[in-house]
């Protein structure tokens, strides 16, 4: 059974930094894609970033100010200049998929229990 964990979420104020990790096990085959995804109470969860077939994506609310990156079976979000509208729970996602990656839920069969980002004003 893949696994895949998140870490390092927590609080901090506007404008602050935050790094968060996931890590993937009984993960046999590569390559593959991963994302990371956010939800906030109320709304739909939505792709931020991606990384996979050689390629990055990110969602126009986040580009620029975040960075996926992925070392091995890590996966890791460098989240900058944070904005209150980015308070959610952010989710890791995997796919065994050597396409390029996508910011859709569909594109992934795996996914983490997240960890919770509350960036106050």
């Known amino acids: 059974q893949v696994q895949l964990v998140e870490s390092g979420g927590g609080s901090v104020q506007a404008g602050g930094s935050l790094r968060i990790s996931c890590v993937v096990s009984r993960f046999n085959m590569s390559p593959f894609r991963m994302g990371w995804f956010r939800q906030s109470p109320g709304k739909e969860r939505e792709g931020i970033a991606c990384i996979g077939g050689g390629s990055t994506s990110y969602a126009d609310s986040v580009r620029g100010r975040f960075t996926i990156s992925r070392v091995d079976k890590s996966l890791f979000l460098q989240m900058k200049n944070l904005k209150p509208e980015d308070t959610a729970m952010y989710f890791c996602?995997?796919?065994?998929?050597?396409?390029?990656?996508?910011?859709?839920?569909?594109?992934?069969?795996?996914w983490g229990q997240g960890t919770q980002v509350t960036v106050s004003s």
């Open positions: 996602a995997a796919d065994h998929s050597i396409l390029q990656c996508g910011l859709r839920r569909v594109d992934y069969q795996f």
